[in-house]
């Protein structure tokens, strides 16, 4: 990649700043409008079935990419977000219908969809959770500008490595298209007021 996702996602924020002092009164513009963020893909869900992103079109999506062996981050982030989709779901439940969070793991090798489906139950029931091969991952990681690396130590303990990732809570929409980064590290409120401003 020739760009960080955190640089793409600053020119993608400041444009909307820029839109923002315009001076007109119509709806303002999506932070991530126009970004190149998301794309095509061909993923397997916690159930062991071939998932495409055309699958959810006509839905808005809640994207997080990490995975189920994440000490504390992951889980954090998740807990947090799910809390706030529930609270939405609960002060606009026919809204909520049409928003599919998804989790994607970037860590396929342990990551198999036995281990998703037990991960993605604990933080909330409409949670889907996907995997694939090391090249999926790899793409659908790129599209969405999620960097990450396993860190693998040489030896017994070659499998409790910890893999390092940007993170990102991405609103996506009906079509696919970026709009929003969630404050995955907000509370509860400030989640579900952030899906509430951008899918009304």
């Known amino acids: 990649m020739n760009k960080t996702p955190f640089f793409s996602i600053a020119l993608a924020l400041g444009a909307a700043a820029l839109t923002a002092c315009s ?13 190149r963020i998301g794309g095509a893909f061909t993923l ?63 860590d396929p090798e342990r990551d198999t969809p036995a281990v998703v489906k037990q991960y993605v139950s604990a933080f909330h029931p409409r949670l889907i959770g996907l995997t694939g091969t090391p090249a999926q991952i790899k793409s659908v ?33 009906p079509k696919g298209e970026p709009i929003a980064l969630l404050p995955y590290d907000g509370s509860p409120e400030q989640i579900a007021a952030e899906i509430d401003k951008w899918t009304a």
């Open 23 to 35: 001076g007109t009164a119509t709806k303002p513009e999506a932070p991530l409008e126009g970004a």
């Open 44 to 106: 397997t869900d916690q159930d062991g079935k071939t998932v495409k992103d055309t699958d959810f079109a006509g839905q808005h999506r809640i994207i997080y990419f990490g995975y189920s062996y994440c000490p504390d981050v992951c889980p954090i982030d998740l807990q947090k977000i799910a809390a706030g989709f529930a609270l939405f779901e609960k002060q606009q439940p026919e809204r909520a219908k049409a928003i599919q969070p998804i989790f994607i793991t970037i």
């Open 141 to 173: 990681a790129d599209a969405y500008l999620v960097m990450y690396k396993a860190q693998k130590p040489v030896g017994a303990d070659a499998k409790g490595y910890l893999v390092d990732h940007s993170r990102q809570a991405y609103l996506m929409g």
